[in-house]
């Protein structure tokens, strides 16, 4: 009985998200008269919100570490513009190769700034501040001021983000599989749990023999990748890549992962909790232009809800400071 | 041992002169890179050194420098505020709107700073309350709350017809120095003498070192943290008025990714993001080393976002080198112990 | 039986400006439970750090089972079977127990390496319970107690199979009945077969567990003895080195009137119901375990924390502190515990460090005049004889005793009537110790009320006017320094002043 208990405040995180993505659901049905809750509706708010949970996944690990990534934006276009440009030259390149190419043009730029990070002690918003810049700087460049078009694209490539594999999109799939991956890595593996040891107490870590450089470097870099593979997938699904892909996109991701639980002094943060996270995210952009709220009204709105999560998980986590404090004075009675 | 020490006399209290010390400074590195740009740019072009033609050079960047002192501010304390581009955008709109909606353009400069304070002071506040929270994070969701605002208010639209004296901000001159040149040069001096000569400027070195020694000698840190973050959002406002008035019109996208730059020319100038170490001097020195870079660029035609790319690459460098020297003095030290 | 699985031979270890260790001795034998003894300051630290392979000594051998080694980091030691049990361990507040227990050599599947939990948890609560704890190891660490805390700790080096394990000051924050709980972990362990040096500076700890003692004193050794063949009397002279009263200046007691009364102050979770009052004149030792909570309670006299309940009368006038700057305005002044985390400005310069509080004085129209500042400096330095070459020195270059006369002629530059002195001599050398007795015996003399927080007896019977015992939170004793005795004193500190019942 004690256990169930037990689980129930571990896990309250990821049922007050989906109590809410339910509350919401419902309130914007019955404000848009019925158009939110459609299986078609549901599966756009899916397909839409895909990237972005890919992304968070890769940003969660670098907030655990205690850091953030904004070029992230940055990257996606860089990786999906080299792919494109690639494609574009060589329409016959079976797509695969096209996305393994965005791949490691993601991991290159996710190196570059673990490196800036873990070596030579740049801060992390920094670093990716200033290299949000020059990955964008090189798109523009490598783009010559043109888009990439639908018609510059393969019919094979295009296929990625529109077909679909047992009746779901192939991107919702992709989806599953990363969030696979990353439960898989961040709970079962050593690497995984040495992230959050990181993230916990540098000191510690170094103490326990744990090569903390090394794994900086290796989430950056991860969070590259992970960008590299939302960057092209991201340019397939809106047929277009032009320099100023995803600008900004960073603070979606963000906001997904802060929503998700993941706290930004670091050390906390689960897979499932950045998965509603981002859901609810996308649910609510989804939402807002059913209830005729202008899409400028979705800025302001994205910062006040990082802002307002934030200062949440602040008096949340005093008032169990306060509460443990309290215990211990019993105790001591 | 020595419990019967003689009592201490003569301890010195006049500060040597150390041409050591003097000559080792970050500032001569940056000298010396303001006279190659200089000299670049006269090659390239052959009227670069020509009064007027620098004046209206200069003029193209000092908006940004206008915001680079009260930044200094900010890095000193060891925080950073990336929210001032989104202030400038949210004041500069409010103004055109106000404007536009009939109150007479003074007022609305008024309340231009109004808005600015009122950001600037909401971070520092929200700051101060939730210590927990990193400056990093509080400035990145104002940065998105305030641009987001001015998109509501405005939209995708602009403002553009201001009265015609509103151009002298921008434009006007004082005999022949521009209106804006003067300001900066005022700002300048009166932030040197803040940072330098006042105990308000030796109270911000000595949070940046050590907030906690701070707290403990009696230091008002919370008001001297929001008084900083205020004044940052007070220049972006005037920053904001400075550059609605050289182009003639508002949008809520002005001054997109100008936080880098100002970072960059806070850093670049020597001032530590950990904290508690910097000149003024060196600052003035990088805003002119980044600003004519920038120019000389231009003259030859490089592109926006080739530039967009150095002054990434410049701002990353400037915060590894500090970095990489303390690692390879580290280094060097490892070495004389294991040759023993 | 007696076979010595660790030796160190003539150990010296120096830090700039400071020798910790000076040509120590030591032997482990497998199986015995030795205890080392001495003063704060003493090197017992330094010491386990060099066997923990935390810093390495600038002379000296280590031979583990006879033969010689040398750590480079912690982890070789830890690969030769050592493990070290701070106070303060390696921890990670946000993931569970058994994670605590096995970061760094976690149980994985043989051929995908995946982490196998289930077993984890089991062999984390299997160690837990091999100790007598029913801690749930998937608890997040964070959530745990102190003595939790350690008792985990203990697990881990278990887990490891360490067959030395070094236990530095575990009993520090305990309470009687975790004591007992600690005292069978400890004798558990050398059954099954460890080797343990357990650091303290409780006598009890030591006649309770230890066959055997060695004592430290100002990073010299004394002496090795066995523990049934050694006085009470005889281990202290050890200690302490020499009479205590020559070291510390006479003074005689003339004390003004009340200028501090705390009433019924609490602060939940840190101390409840503390009440003492101060006079002018007068020195007011505050002392306990680490853990008491006399820190806490300064803080909040100085107005660093809040209380939650409780008055604080000065010059008998309710007062109201809310912040440091509202405790100076009254007058009272704070040399804190950690001067180089919360005294100092490390890399500026003397004179700067000691003008922070009062910068006003050298203000003028808005302008600071660094020349009135470094006049003063060079007065105020002098007067306490700080041992630097210019006031413009760094203060990271001074010694401990040094750096501790800059942050008091810091304090002596306020106008003040109260000095709250936090462990004044913790780190510094001996010569630096007397001066700065002889400066706190003078400022008592001249009207100032000083409240003494210190874990060093010697200094607490010497300079004391009249001794506050705290213990786990409370004041335990109040004794006058007629009566007091350091058996009175170290009773106070660790007695459970509820029944005891626990």
Redesign the interface.
């Known amino acids: 009985m004690k256990n169930k208990r037990n689980i129930l405040y571990a896990n309250i995180r990821e049922i007050g998200l989906i109590a809410v993505i339910i509350l919401l659901s419902f309130f914007v049905q019955y404000r848009s008269g019925g158009s939110f809750i459609t299986a078609e509706n549901i599966n756009d708010i899916l397909v839409e919100t895909a990237v972005l949970a890919i992304l968070s996944v890769g940003m969660m690990m670098v907030i655990i570490t205690g850091g953030i990534d904004l070029s992230i934006g940055a990257t996606m276009a860089l990786a999906g513009m080299i792919g494109t440009t690639v494609l574009k030259n060589n329409q016959n390149l079976n797509p695969l190769i096209i996305i393994f190419i965005a791949v490691l043009v993601g991991a290159l730029c996710g190196l570059i700034n673990g490196l800036l990070v873990a070596r030579l002690n740049v801060l992390p918003i920094i670093a990716t501040l200033g290299m949000m810049n020059v990955y964008r700087g090189i798109t523009y460049l490598v783009s010559r001021g043109s888009w990439v078009l639908q018609s510059d694209m393969s019919k094979e490539f295009m296929a990625i983000a529109t077909n679909r594999f047992l009746g779901i999109n192939n991107l919702i799939w992709i989806t599953i599989i990363i969030y696979c991956i990353g439960y898989w890595f961040m709970n079962y593996t050593r690497k995984g749990r040495q992230i959050y040891a990181v993230g916990n107490s540098m000191e510690s870590a170094k103490v326990s023999g744990i090569k903390t450089k090394s794994v900086l470097v290796m989430v950056y870099t991860l969070m590259g990748l992970i960008a590299g593979l939302g960057g092209i997938l991201y340019v397939c699904k809106y047929a277009a890549s032009q320099g100023e892909t995803a600008t900004g996109y960073e603070m979606n991701v963000i906001a997904a992962c802060v929503l998700g639980g993941v706290s930004i002094s670091g050390g906390v943060g689960k897979v499932q909790g950045v998965l509603l996270g981002a859901l609810l995210f996308g649910a609510l952009n989804n939402a807002l232009p059913l209830m005729h709220i202008s899409p400028f009204f979705q800025e302001a709105l994205r910062g006040l809800i990082i802002l307002l999560s934030i200062i949440i998980n602040a008096v949340i986590q005093r008032r169990v400071t306060k509460k443990s404090l309290e215990r211990r004075s019993e105790n001591e009675q | 041992m020595n419990s019967n020490e003689g009592l201490v006399r003569n301890i010195e209290y006049e500060r040597k002169f150390s041409l050591k010390r003097f000559l080792f400074q970050w500032e001569w590195l940056l000298v010396l890179l303001l006279v190659v740009i200089n000299l670049i740019n006269i090659r390239l072009s052959p009227n670069y050194w020509d009064f007027d033609n620098l004046m209206s050079a200069i003029q193209m960047f000092l908006d940004k420098a206008i915001l680079v002192f009260p930044m200094m501010l900010v890095i000193l304390l060891g925080e950073i505020d990336i929210s001032i581009a989104s202030t400038m955008a949210l004041s500069a709109v409010i103004m055109g709107v106000s404007y536009q909606s009939g109150i007479p353009m003074p007022a609305a400069i008024m309340i231009s700073l109004l808005i600015g304070t009122v950001c600037g002071l909401i971070n520092g506040v929200i700051l101060v309350k939730y210590k927990e929270l990193s400056s990093m994070i509080v400035t990145l969701s104002t940065m998105i709350i305030y641009r987001g605002i001015a998109s509501i208010i405005l939209k995708d639209q602009a403002v553009s017809n201001f009265p015609d004296w509103f151009q002298y901000f921008g434009w006007g001159k004082i005999g022949n120095i521009p209106f804006i040149l003067f300001f900066f040069i005022i700002e300048a001096l009166v932030f040197t003498y803040l940072v330098h000569k006042t105990p308000f400027g030796r109270k911000v070195y000595a949070m940046g070192n050590n907030i906690v020694t701070s707290r403990y000698s009696g230091l008002k840190n919370d008001k001297i943290k929001i008084i900083i973050f205020t004044l940052n959002g007070i220049f972006a406002a005037i920053a904001g008025i400075f550059l609605t008035s050289k182009m003639g019109s508002t949008r809520p996208n002005i001054a997109s990714g100008y936080e880098l730059d100002v970072i960059a020319m806070v850093v670049l100038g020597g001032v530590s993001t950990s904290g508690g170490k910097g000149k003024v001097g060196g600052v003035i020195l990088s805003i002119f080393v980044i600003g004519l870079l920038r120019y000389g660029l231009g003259l030859i035609n490089v592109p926006s976002q080739t530039i967009m790319i150095i002054i990434g690459a410049l701002l990353v460098v400037a915060v590894a080198i500090p970095n990489l020297k303390n690692s390879l003095r580290a280094f060097n030290k490892m070495n004389i112990f294991t040759k023993k | 039986m007696d076979e010595i699985i660790l030796e160190l031979n003539s150990i010296t270890k120096i830090f700039p400006g400071v020798k910790a260790l000076d040509n120590v001795h030591f032997q482990l034998r497998r199986g015995e439970i030795h205890a080392l003894i001495g003063e704060n300051g003493a090197g017992k630290s330094t010491f386990i750090k060099i066997i923990t392979g935390v810093h390495e000594p600038e002379g000296g051998e280590i031979y583990l089972n006879g033969e010689r080694v040398k750590f480079k980091n912690?982890?070789e030691a830890?690969e030769h079977s050592i493990a070290a049990i701070y106070q303060h361990g390696?921890?990670?507040?946000?993931?569970s127990v058994t994670?605590n227990i096995f970061?760094?050599h976690?149980k994985?599947s043989k051929h995908l390496?995946?982490?196998k939990?289930k077993e984890m948890h089991k062999q984390a609560k299997d160690l837990l319970e091999s100790l007598g704890s029913d801690i749930d190891p998937?608890k997040n660490m964070g959530?745990l107690?102190v003595a939790e805390r350690q008792i985990v700790e203990i697990a881990k080096a278990i887990s490891t199979n360490a067959k030395i394990i070094i236990m530095d000051e575990p009993t520090a924050a305990l309470?009687k009945r975790e004591c007992e709980q600690l005292y069978a972990i400890t004798e558990k362990l050398r059954d099954n077969g460890a080797s343990i040096i357990f650091i303290s500076h409780r006598l009890e700890d030591m006649y309770r567990l230890a066959s055997r003692v060695t004592v430290f004193r100002d990073g010299k050794y004394i002496g090795t003895w066995d523990v049934n063949e050694i006085s009470n009397e005889k281990l202290i002279a050890a200690m302490v080195g020499r009479e205590i009263t020559q070291v510390f200046p006479k003074k005689s007691i003339k004390k003004g009137e009340e200028i501090l009364r705390v009433e019924n102050l609490s602060r939940?979770?840190?101390f409840?119901d503390i009440s003492f009052s101060l006079n002018r004149g007068e020195i007011l030792a505050l002392t306990g375990l680490v853990g008491a909570g006399r820190t806490e309670v300064c803080e909040c006299i100085?107005g660093?924390e809040k209380y939650n309940a409780g008055k604080i009368f000065f010059e008998n006038k309710e007062v109201h502190i809310h912040?440091?700057?509202d405790?100076?305005n009254l007058g009272i002044g704070?040399l804190?515990e950690d001067r180089q985390?919360?005294?100092?400005?490390?890399?500026?310069e003397i004179?700067?460090n000691e003008t922070?509080?009062t910068?006003?004085q050298?203000?003028k129209a808005?302008?600071?005049n660094p020349k009135k500042e470094?006049?003063k400096?060079?007065e105020l330095?002098?007067k306490i004889?700080?041992?630097?070459?210019?006031?413009?020195d760094k203060v990271s270059s001074l010694s401990g005793g040094n750096q501790q006369k800059v942050i008091i002629a810091?304090l002596l530059n306020s106008d003040l009537k109260v000095l709250i002195l936090d462990e004044p001599t913790k780190g510094v050398?001996?010569?630096a110790k007397?001066?700065i007795y002889k400066i706190i015996s003078d400022l008592a003399e001249k009207g100032y009320g000083i409240i003494m927080v210190s874990s060093e007896m010697p200094e607490v019977l010497g300079m004391a006017d009249r001794i506050v015992v705290m213990r786990?939170?409370r004041i335990s004793a109040v004794i006058n320094s007629e009566e007091a005795t350091q058996e009175l004193i170290l009773e106070a500190a660790m007695k459970s002043n509820?029944n005891s019942n626990e």
């Open positions: 912690p982890r830890q390696t921890c990670y507040p946000y993931l994670e970061m760094g976690e994985v390496k995946l982490i939990w998937r959530d107690s309470s939940t979770g840190y409840n100085f660093i912040n440091p700057l405790a100076m704070y804190p985390k919360q005294g100092l400005f490390l890399d500026w004179y700067k922070i509080s910068l006003d050298f203000t808005f302008t600071l470094q006049r400096a060079k330095s002098e004889s700080v041992k630097a070459v210019s006031v413009f810091k050398d001996i010569g007397a001066q786990n939170g509820t």
